[in-house]
C-alpha cells in the first residue's frame, strides 16, 4: 500500500528518509521548515513535493505526518501542527516517549524510529535500517509496518521505554565510538603521524567485537591490568586534563568489569 506523507523537518533524517519514501512508491505532498533554503534542498529532490513554511496541514491530501526534527522541537512542533481528520502523527526520534504527540490535532499518533546514523553526505541504504515502530492503535501500527516494510524488512514493535534503552545503547555503539575516532585521529595528528595507519585496526576491531560479541573480543592494556602501560599512555596524555580523564575512567571500568 502506498501513502501520501508530508515531512516536517528539514535535518539529516529528512534529508534522506524523503528521497526513500519516494523511491518506494510513495508521494511526498509538502515538505515543512523554517528555511526556505532548507526546504528547497530537499524539495529539488523529490518530485512533487510542495514548500511549507507554515503549520496549517488542514487543507493537506498527506494521511501521514512525519515529525523528524530535532528532539526538543517534537513536543511545540506536535501541539502547533494544524492536521485534517484521520491524519496519523508520527516522530522519528529514539528517546522522546510516544505521549508527547497525545496533545497534537492527530487522530492517531505513533513512532516511525529508523535506528542508524545519518549524514548529508553519505548515502544510506535503507534495506539494511531498522525500524523501530510504535503506536496505541492497532490500525496505525499496521500502516506503520507496512510503511516500514516498503523500505526495510527490518521492523520491530518496541514500546517507549523499551526504545529508550535501546537509543542509550545506539549512543555507546555509535556516537561514543565515533567520538574516540576523533579524539585517535587528533592524537595522530599532533604527533604528526598519518591516520591511514590505523584504519585496518578499526575496521578489524569492528569485525571481531561483531563477530565474537565485545566482551569476548576485549583486548589491551586496561584488560591485562598492566599498570605500567596505562600509567604510561596517562602521562603521555597531560596535555588535554580531559582526554587523560576519559582515558582513566575507561581504563578504570574495563578494569572493573573483567
Same mark, same amino acid.
Given at each position: 500500500?502506498k501513502?501520501?506523507i508530508?515531512?516536517l523537518?528539514t535535518?539529516?533524517?529528512?534529508?534522506h528518509?524523503?528521497p526513500?519514501?519516494?523511491?518506494?512508491g510513495?508521494?511526498?505532498?509538502e515538505v515543512?521548515?523554517?528555511n526556505?533554503e532548507? %526546504?528547497a534542498?530537499?524539495?529539488?529532490?523529490? $518530485? *512533487?513535493?510542495?514548500?511549507?513554511e507554515?503549520?496549517d @496541514? /488542514?487543507?493537506s491530501?498527506?494521511?501521514i505526518?512525519?515529525l523528524a526534527?530535532?528532539?526538543?522541537a517534537i513536543?511545540?512542533l506536535a501541539?502547533?501542527?494544524i492536521?485534517?481528520?484521520e491524519s496519523?502523527l508520527v516522530?522519528?526520534s529514539?528517546s522522546?516517549?510516544?505521549? %508527547?504527540?497525545?496533545?497534537?490535532?492527530a487522530s $492517531? *499518533?505513533g513512532?516511525?524510529y529508523?535506528l542508524q546514523? @545519518? /549524514?548529508?553526505?553519505?548515502?544510506i541504504?535503507f534495506?539494511?535500517?531498522?525500524?523501530?515502530?510504535?503506536?496505541?492503535?492497532?490500525?496505525t501500527?499496521?500502516?506503520l509496518?507496512k510503511?516500514?516494510?516498503?523500505?526495510?524488512p527490518?521492523?520491530f514493535?518496541l514500546?517507549s521505554?523499551?526504545?529508550?534503552?535501546?537509543?542509550?545503547a545506539?549512543v555507546f555503539a555509535s556516537?561514543?565510538?565515533?567520538h574516540?575516532?576523533?579524539?585517535?585521529?587528533?592524537?595522530m595528528?599532533?604527533?604528526?603521524?598519518?591516520f591511514e595507519m590505523?584504519?585496518?585496526l578499526?575496521?578489524?576491531?569492528?569485525s571481531?567485537?561483531?563477530e565474537?560479541?565485545?566482551?569476548?573480543?576485549?583486548t589491551?592494556p586496561?584488560i591485562r591490568?598492566?599498570?605500567?602501560?596505562?600509567?604510561?599512555?596517562?602521562?603521555f596524555?597531560?596535555?588535554?586534563?580531559?582526554?587523560?580523564?576519559?582515558?582513566?575512567?575507561i581504563?578504570?571500568?574495563i578494569?572493573?568489569?573483567?
Amino acid at each position: 500500500m502506498k501513502y501520501k506523507i508530508a515531512i516536517l523537518g528539514t535535518g539529516n533524517v529528512a534529508w534522506h528518509l524523503a528521497p526513500a519514501l519516494e523511491d518506494a512508491g510513495h508521494t511526498i505532498t509538502e515538505v515543512f521548515g523554517r528555511n526556505s533554503e532548507k %526546504i528547497a534542498s530537499i524539495t529539488k529532490r523529490l $518530485y *512533487t513535493a510542495e514548500s511549507k513554511e507554515d503549520l496549517d @496541514f /488542514s487543507e493537506s491530501e498527506a494521511e501521514i505526518f512525519i515529525l523528524a526534527v530535532s528532539d526538543d522541537a517534537i513536543s511545540d512542533l506536535a501541539d502547533q501542527v494544524i492536521l485534517p481528520e484521520e491524519s496519523i502523527l508520527v516522530h522519528t526520534s529514539g528517546s522522546v516517549p510516544l505521549e %508527547i504527540l497525545g496533545y497534537s490535532s492527530a487522530s $492517531y *499518533t505513533g513512532i516511525l524510529y529508523p535506528l542508524q546514523t @545519518f /549524514s548529508k553526505d553519505r548515502s544510506i541504504d535503507f534495506a539494511e535500517v531498522p525500524f523501530l515502530l510504535e503506536s496505541e492503535d492497532e490500525t496505525t501500527l499496521q500502516k506503520l509496518k507496512k510503511l516500514a516494510k516498503s523500505l526495510s524488512p527490518l521492523q520491530f514493535m518496541l514500546k517507549s521505554k523499551d526504545r529508550l534503552a535501546l537509543h542509550v545503547a545506539a549512543v555507546f555503539a555509535s556516537n561514543f565510538s565515533n567520538h574516540m575516532l576523533r579524539i585517535s585521529e587528533e592524537i595522530m595528528a599532533r604527533q604528526g603521524l598519518d591516520f591511514e595507519m590505523m584504519k585496518p585496526l578499526i575496521i578489524e576491531t569492528l569485525s571481531k567485537s561483531l563477530e565474537l560479541g565485545a566482551r569476548k573480543a576485549q583486548t589491551g592494556p586496561a584488560i591485562r591490568t598492566d599498570l605500567h602501560t596505562l600509567d604510561l599512555h596517562y602521562q603521555f596524555l597531560n596535555y588535554n586534563e580531559q582526554v587523560a580523564e576519559i582515558y582513566r575512567l575507561i581504563s578504570q571500568d574495563i578494569i572493573d568489569s573483567y
